[in-house]
């Protein structure tokens, strides 16, 4: 016997629900909700036949507003081997990433090690990945910092234009 999987989804915009659809997810691609444009918070919470719950929110974000920098490793072996990767945000003044700039991001490497390569992810790019700026896509892009031979701070700055400079300081052992 068939039994198809059906699925409750309720719709908000600005925490006020546009209504309950059931999804029929073996028979219907999606589901749609003719509803205008509005600031803020979008929220799609869907029911499960097991009773359990999921959602998927998203928000509207400003203009970028700073720059953060997150290293996947904050300490590197002085071998000039070790690497860590630099993820660069651009947050509005919410601390949302802002996903439509595409930003020029220039970078500076002072102290025990180096500027290895950046990168953003985006196949369109030609912007070389073994200089020292590169355009945000998505609202990020990425610089790979190498340690030198010899212990000590290295840190990476990221600049763009009419945003406050952000650093942060990695250590070569």
């Known amino acids: 016997m068939f039994i198809p999987m059906l699925l409750m989804w309720n719709f908000f915009i600005n925490s006020k629900s546009k209504g309950k659809k059931h999804w029929n997810i073996q028979n219907e691609a999606f589901l749609v909700w003719k509803v205008p444009y509005e600031r803020g918070s979008i929220e799609a919470i869907g029911t499960l036949p097991s009773g359990e719950n999921v959602t998927y929110k998203i928000q509207t974000t400003g203009e970028p507003e700073k720059i953060v920098l997150i290293p996947d490793k904050k300490s590197l072996k002085a071998q000039q081997q070790d690497i860590t990767y630099v993820e660069i945000q651009l947050l509005d003044a919410n601390n949302n990433l802002v996903p439509f700039t595409d930003d020029i991001i220039d970078f500076e490497v002072t102290g025990?090690?180096?500027?290895?390569?950046?990168?953003?992810?985006?196949?369109?790019?030609?912007?070389?990945?073994?200089?020292?700026?590169?355009?945000?896509?998505?609202?990020?892009?990425?610089?790979?910092?190498?340690?030198?031979?010899?212990?000590?701070?290295?840190?990476?700055?990221?600049?763009?234009?009419?945003?406050?400079?952000?650093?942060?300081?990695?250590?070569a052992k």
Do not use: W
Not at 128 to 135: C, D, H, K, L
């Open 112 to 171: 025990a090690g180096k500027l290895l390569a950046v990168g953003n992810g985006n196949q369109d790019s030609h912007t070389p990945f073994y200089g020292n700026r590169m355009e945000a896509f998505h609202g990020k892009c990425l610089a790979i910092v190498q340690a030198g031979s010899n212990s000590g701070k290295i840190t990476l700055t990221a600049k763009s234009d009419g945003l406050q400079p952000a650093s942060v300081e990695i250590v």
